[in-house]
């Protein structure tokens, strides 16, 4: 277990960079080819150790795996990404950042619903203080980026804890670093094609009469200069290849409900990191939302502290009541 709250603590960290680096890095690409980039740098970085474990655990890919890549790498990459990188358009990126957080919520649910794991009563309770946490740091009621960016937001949220439960699913059957390594190539390769539908000029016309010059003639590898590699490169590699592979490792590890503290605690991480980079401030708002959040992250973790501290006495009496017997 505590493998897995190492894999907790890394993707918490990688992901709540996240924003950060893209913003940095923004400037240099259009937001598909960034997301495209990136998944592809993550993907190919992943790809030795995929091939070794494969090689390890000997299993052959067939027809069904490839085809089950191809469905996680479709709502991964080309849905839920996308419709994320279509929200920071119409919401500011701090807000996008703790809406997409809600995914551990979904991603619960689903798992509930799709793969029976249980919802505990402190996973409950952890559910709703977080979601306080987020409603108040976001102010909903009174929120000035207009209803796309949450509807996108939240769609693009549900759509990644789908993806989630649906590769909890199978992932036992390859390991957590295969499932994202060969959803993310095939992911790729989907887009690619979307990719290429943009430069006909019927489709491009069209995508710019409707205002979305942002998904019109999308370049693949202009604005890669010198100076935009440093960026780039974080992003593919840490944020996209380790970060999303050590949170399907948690998932393996220590399961759905545990892992899910990964986006419970980014609203929390996101911005002091954002204070200390960018030089964002925090309001008093947000150290409320952070507040409940962290309280609904404890809530989830004291009752394990509460069995191990009780496991070794039980463990000690077994062996005395079992020599009684035998005396």
């Known amino acids: 277990m505590k493998k897995g709250y190492l894999c907790i603590v890394l993707a918490t960290f990688l992901f709540s960079t996240m924003e950060i680096a893209l913003k940095l890095t ?3 690409f259009n937001a598909i080819q960034l997301t495209f980039l990136r998944f592809l740098i993550g993907s190919l970085v992943l790809l030795p150790p995929t091939l070794k474990h494969l090689k390890k655990i000997h299993i052959s890919l067939r027809g069904s795996d490839f085809a089950f890549f191809a469905l996680t790498g ?3 990459v080309n849905i839920s990404m996308i419709l994320y990188q279509m929200a920071v358009l119409y919401a500011p990126a701090s807000t996008v950042a703790v809406l997409f957080s809600c995914n551990s919520v979904f991603l619960v649910l689903f798992a509930f619903f799709l793969l029976g794991e249980k919802i505990r009563i402190n996973t409950g309770i952890c559910i709703v203080l977080s979601l306080l946490g987020m409603m108040v740091m976001i102010h909903p009621f009174h929120f000035s980026g207009g209803a796309a960016g949450i509807i996108l937001s939240l769609t693009a949220a549900v759509t990644f804890a789908f993806y989630s439960a649906v590769g909890r699913g199978r992932s036992g059957r390859y390991g957590g ?10 992911g790729c390769a989907e887009m690619l094609v979307l990719i290429f539908l943009t430069h006909l000029r019927p489709v491009a016309l069209f995508l710019r009469r409707a205002g979305l010059d942002q998904f019109a003639s999308i370049p693949i590898f202009s604005g890669i200069e010198l100076s935009s590699l440093p960026g780039l490169a974080y992003v593919g590699i840490f944020v996209t290849g380790c970060g999303f592979a050590f949170y399907f490792l948690a998932i393996e590890i220590a399961g759905s409900a545990k892992a899910a503290l990964v986006f419970f605690c980014k609203p929390v991480l996101a911005p002091l990191l954002s204070l200390a980079v960018l030089g964002e401030t925090i309001t008093p708002r947000m150290s409320a939302g952070i507040a409940l959040i962290v309280l609904g992250s404890l809530v989830t973790f004291l009752p394990e502290f509460s069995l ?15 020599r009684d017997k035998t005396s």
């Open 177 to 186: 670093i295969v499932m994202t390594c060969f959803s993310f190539l095939f």
């Open 308 to 322: 191990h501290r009780h496991a070794v006495p039980a463990q000690t009496e077994q062996p005395l009541h079992k």
């Open 26 to 28: 923004a400037g240099n």
């Open 74 to 76: 479709l709502i991964c």
